[in-house]
């Protein structure tokens, strides 16, 4: 009885795996969505292209949990080119019509629990200059599960000590991408 109970919970568990793997391999953004929202990007917020060169591949943002200081507590910076999780789905917070849900949270998620690089498009890549030594380093956009928001993580480098950070929060209109949220991350 005990290996009949523990067959059928293997294959129970092994199927699940099977499906959620299945399941987030078809529903995660893909290249071409990606690509089209760091196009649009660029068109929207008018980035220089002739003075700069692009970082690619593009990777996904570093994620750090927020860390309470008690007394003269000294804790280590965050990490470079990364975001809090609270800070991350406060974003989509402001920006949704109504506060993000489970099915928004876990989407997000998993889309920053993947190890994948994405490569940009030709097009992109050759609009910008490639013998500069300033550069564009852009994450790879976090959407809302129904695709219809996105953040947008960028650093532009203009040379030592010189840069400034963006976040963007876009939304899926009929004529394309449009910007409803910009702020300023940082600058050295």
């Not at 000590?161 to 300023?184: A, M, Q, R």
């Amino acid at each position: 009885m005990k290996q009949i109970i523990r067959t059928v919970l293997i294959g129970f568990l092994l199927f699940n795996i099977s499906c959620s793997q299945n399941y987030h391999a078809e529903v995660l953004p893909d290249s071409l969505l990606i690509n089209d929202v760091i196009s649009s990007v660029i068109h929207i917020d008018s980035i220089e292209l002739n003075n700069y060169y692009i970082s690619n591949p593009i990777k996904n943002i570093s994620t750090y949990e927020s860390i309470e200081l008690k007394n003269d507590t000294i804790i280590a910076p965050p990490p470079p080119f990364s975001i809090s999780t609270e800070e991350l789905f406060s974003y989509f917070n402001s920006a949704a019509e109504k506060p993000i849900g489970q099915k928004d949270s876990v989407f997000i998620a998993l889309q920053l629990d993947t190890k994948k690089e994405i490569t940009l498009s030709k097009k992109i890549i050759s609009d910008f200059n490639f013998n500069s030594k300033k550069f564009y380093l852009f994450s790879i956009p976090v959407f809302s599960s129904n695709k219809q928001l996105v953040l947008v993580y960028y650093w532009r480098n203009c040379g030592n000590l010189c840069g400034d950070c963006h976040i963007l929060i876009l939304k899926k209109e009929e004529k394309g991408w449009i910007k409803i949220k910009h702020w300023s991350c940082g600058v050295s």
